[in-house]
Structures are given as structure tokens and as C-alpha cells.
């Protein structure tokens, strides 16, 4: 079992940053791919990042994500990382962390079997 529970999230302006991290237990994460997804009030869950297992080195990101948001992974400290730049009134969601049992990173949410609770991220115009 892995416990996920992320932290980092609040309210910001239009243009601000937040950096949300992903703290894991119970199993190290180092070989598992990671990935952040996020649902906004009525929508349905939408991928934001992922990377892949161990090094890390394969990395996806969503379209409205790009340029904006990074993606990283500190094995040693069991944790997953996304710095969110020139955040948006739309990037408004509670963001949530996902560990997969494989190493390659995906963008299907149904291919990540541990879960957080989520995250608030609120961005204001």
C-alpha cells in the first residue's frame, strides 16, 4: 500500500505560483511513475503531469499545462513535487497526486492505482 498526501495548495492572484508537493508512505515511490490530476466543481477529472519511475526522465504534461507547470520527483525524500507558474482562474480545481505500480508515466487516470485526498488551489482574477 502507498498513502499519498499532498499539501501546498491555496488562494493566489491571477499570475501567481504555488508549488504542490506529494508526500508518500508506507512503499517508496522511486520506481513508481507519478502523476497530478485535478477536478474543478462539476467537471469531470482532467490529467495536469506526470513522470516517469526512478530517474524521472520521462515527463507529460497537458496542453494547459505547458510552460507553465513543472513536474519533479525527490526519491530520496519520498516525494513528488508541481510548480505551478502564471496560474489562471481556470486552473481553479482541487489538484490531486496519483502513484502508479509501473514505471512508465501515463495520462489515464484509471492507470494509477493510490490516490490522495486532494488539494485546494483557488485562483482569483
Known amino acids: 500500500q502507498v498513502q499519498l498526501v499532498e499539501s501546498g495548495g491555496g488562494s493566489v492572484q491571477d499570475g501567481g505560483s504555488l508549488r504542490l508537493s506529494c508526500a508518500a508512505s508506507?512503499?517508496?515511490?522511486?520506481?513508481?511513475?507519478m502523476g497530478w490530476f485535478r477536478q474543478a466543481p462539476g467537471k469531470e477529472r482532467e490529467f495536469v503531469a506526470a513522470?516517469?519511475?526512478?530517474?524521472?526522465?520521462?515527463?507529460l504534461y497537458a496542453d494547459s499545462a505547458k510552460g507553465r507547470f513543472t513536474i519533479s520527483r525527490d526519491n530520496a525524500k519520498n516525494t513528488v513535487f508541481l510548480q505551478m507558474n502564471s496560474l489562471k482562474p481556470e486552473d481553479t480545481a482541487a489538484y490531486y497526486c496519483?502513484?502508479?505500480?509501473?514505471?512508465?508515466?501515463?495520462?489515464?487516470?484509471?492507470?494509477?492505482?493510490?490516490w490522495g485526498q486532494g488539494t485546494q488551489v483557488t485562483v482569483s482574477s
Open positions: 508506507g512503499r517508496a515511490l522511486g520506481g513508481r511513475a
Open positions: 513522470i516517469g519511475g526512478w530517474s524521472g526522465s520521462g515527463t
Open positions: 496519483a502513484a502508479r505500480q509501473f514505471t512508465g508515466a501515463t495520462i489515464k487516470g484509471n492507470d494509477y492505482a493510490y
